[in-house]
């Protein structure tokens, strides 16, 4: 089970979440709750969401987890992100080579020295730059592909937009619609997923965002504690693509990083003066960090709060990916849930009727005249914009 699990190319997108979640699996599997008949299938969407390798049933859990929440799986584990960062920067070995990225540290655990002998790292969580990842073609088409999916006024994490605050003042779109099935941003969201070692199932839409001369985003973190206790999780690390050089201002600041005191602090000398971590634009260039605790990552990482500082001077254009803890539900393909559900019987006795009554139906016609009906109706007594001049 192991080798076809672990090296068949087929199974690449299971062989991390597809796991024994129960330890009493195989006991279970001993008894017959992998067979769907055993108690009339009550156990089997429980054994293939927490014990398919105990029902060699991996193909089916490809089905089956996206619909059936899993909070037992996250995609890394504690001390995962920092063995991430390490292959992104080319100290640990990575499953596919660096590209042409010059990678720059700017904070890790245990601070040190940069290798470009510019100076001292912050002691702190990781901070990385990655220039050059990606061409002045992908910046100006994922520019382009914003203004077509419409900018608009940014809203808190929350959804609230509170004006009276002016806590945030820049303008974003998603990248969904067309934007989503462009060849460009595919590439780009195939090589951050590369480059993180995290599928695509577990990111969010990329954020397109627009900064004019005087927005700005205040002091904010990624993940809000109730984040933690939704189906698909935290926001794991923020992965942020500068699309443009800005004139004047712009830049990232990690509010809590500095170059000089213990985490960020100045200790005992309140006077001492810190220099804070800030991230200049520079087109191309990705800025990554994490957003929960690489330690225990049921908590955030406090020490990743940022803010945008203010445009001074022309137009800043970005983009956000995020990726989640665990996969979103968004990606539930219902239809193949349901024939999945009727396969093996799973399906209620009221739905199976009410699905034979309507075969019935289309199978006569019936069910057109009664669309008809109902249209005509909704036409007549609801909305007699819709009915044509003659």
């Known amino acids: ?70 909070p037992a799986f996250n995609y890394y584990n504690d001390g995962d992100l920092s063995k991430m960062f390490e292959r992104m920067i ?55 592909l914003g203004k077509l999916e419409g900018y608009a006024r940014s809203e808190l994490q929350n959804g609230e937009d509170d004006e009276d605050e002016e806590w945030r003042t820049s303008s974003n779109a998603w990248c969904e619609e ?18 993180t070692g995290i599928p695509h199932q577990y990111s969010e839409s990329l954020q397109l965002l627009r900064y004019s001369p005087g927005q700005f985003y205040s002091d904010h973190h990624d993940n809000s504690d109730s984040s933690f206790g939704i ?22 600041r990690l509010t809590d990083l500095h170059y000089d005191g213990e985490d960020g602090y100045p200790g005992e000398d309140k006077n001492r003066t810190l220099t804070p971590l800030v991230i200049r ?39 956000n990916a995020w990726f989640r803890q ?14 999945w559900q009727r396969s093996h019987n799973l399906v209620d006795a009221h739905e199976r009727e009410e699905e034979e009554e309507m075969s019935k139906k289309e199978a006569s016609g019936e069910t057109k005249v009664e669309k008809e009906k109902e249209y005509n109706v909704a036409v007549l007594e609801d909305d007699y914009s819709l009915i044509p001049d003659e």
Not at 41 to 60: H, K
Not at 101 to 122: A, E, Q, T
Not at 294 to 309: I, M, P, S, V
């Open 178 to 195: 067309e934007c989503q099935s462009d060849p460009i941003a595919q590439r780009v969201i195939r090589r951050i997923g590369q480059r």
């Open 326 to 339: 665990r996969r979103l539900k968004s990606l539930c393909d219902e239809d193949s849930y349901y024939e």
């Open 1 to 70: 089970m192991a080798s076809t699990l672990h090296q068949d190319t087929k199974y690449n997108t299971v062989r991390r979440s597809c796991r024994n979640y129960d330890p009493y699996c195989a006991a279970y599997a001993a008894v017959g709750f992998c067979d769907d008949k055993f108690h009339d299938g009550e156990e089997y969407p429980w054994m293939i969401t927490y014990c398919a390798p105990a029902c060699l049933a991996c193909e089916e859990y490809e089905i089956v987890q996206p619909c059936e929440a899993n």
């Open 90 to 144: 080319g100290e640990r070995k990575s499953e596919t080579p660096l590209p042409d990225y010059k990678p720059v540290i700017h904070s890790r655990p245990g601070g040190g020295s940069g290798d470009d002998n510019s100076g001292d790292l912050v002691d702190g969580p990781w901070v990385i730059t990655l220039e050059n990842f990606l061409t002045d073609e992908e910046c100006d088409r994922l520019k382009d």
């Open 281 to 319: 634009p520079k087109k191309g260039m990705a800025l990554v960090w994490p957003n929960i605790n690489d330690e225990d990552h049921a908590y955030k990482e406090e020490r990743t709060w940022h803010e945008a500082l203010p445009v001074v001077k022309g137009l800043k254009y970005g983009a």
């Open 231 to 252: 189906d698909e999780g935290a926001r794991m690390i923020t992965f942020f693509l500068y699309l443009n050089d800005v004139e004047e201002g712009g830049a990232t």
